[in-house]
Structure formats: C-alpha cells, structure tokens
C-alpha cells in the first residue's frame, strides 16, 4: 500500500520560502513508471498542481509558478522536497504530494499552510 505524508510548517511570514517534505512508503520515487508531485488547494478554489519529479530526478514546474518553485529528492530516505520562495498570503492553501501513475494517486492527506505577518 503506497503512502505519502506531507510535513512542514504551518505558518509562514511573507517574503520567506516555504518548505514543504513528503516521506513516501510502499514504493521507491526511483521505481520506473512514475513521478512524485505537489498540489495545492488555496481556500475556495480548485487544485492547482505546482510541479513534479521524475525517476530519473528531472523536475517540471507549472509556469506560473516556475519561477519560484523548487522540487528536490532525497533518495536515501525516500522522500522529496518542495520549496516556494517569496511568498505572498496568496500563497495560503492546502498542500498535498501525490504519486503520477495513470492518474494522481494517491494523495497525502494535505497540510495546511498559512502565509502571514
């Protein structure tokens, strides 16, 4: 059974960097035929997906975040990273890693992120 747990903090002042971990269980982000991803909810809105890593380590961001979004892994403890820099109380949402396999799934059960004074 795969799992994903997303973990970090919860409150973030603007202008920081936002840093976000997501340990993965019961499969390998180097295991071939899948990459390793985040969404987010912002509050009254549809999900937006931020970006992904691939098995190979490569990553792939969302334009209009590309600029400020950073994905990375750490294979030893299977996990991977995000970070979102300059952030803004736009940037206050539900966070979420995910597998891509035919499909997001599964989730993490998200964490929610609060960017304020």
């Known amino acids: 059974q795969v799992q994903l747990q997303e973990s970090g903090p919860g409150l973030v002042k603007p202008s920081q960097t936002l840093s976000l971990t997501c340990t993965v269980s019961?499969?390998?982000?180097?295991?071939?035929?899948?990459?390793w991803g985040w969404i987010r909810q912002p509050p009254g809105k549809e999900p937006e997906w931020m970006g992904a890593?691939?098995?190979?380590?490569?990553?792939y961001y969302n334009p209009s975040l590309m600029n400020r979004t950073s994905i990375s892994r750490d294979t030893s403890k299977n996990q991977f990273t995000l970070q979102l820099s300059s952030v803004a109380p736009r940037d206050t949402a539900v966070y979420y890693c995910?597998?891509?396999?035919?499909?997001?799934?599964?989730w993490g059960q998200g964490t929610q992120v609060t960017v304020s004074a």
């Open positions: 995910a597998r891509g396999k035919e499909g997001w799934s599964p």
């Open positions: 890593i691939d098995t190979s380590g490569s990553s």
């Open positions: 019961g499969d390998s982000i180097t295991a071939n035929g899948a990459v």
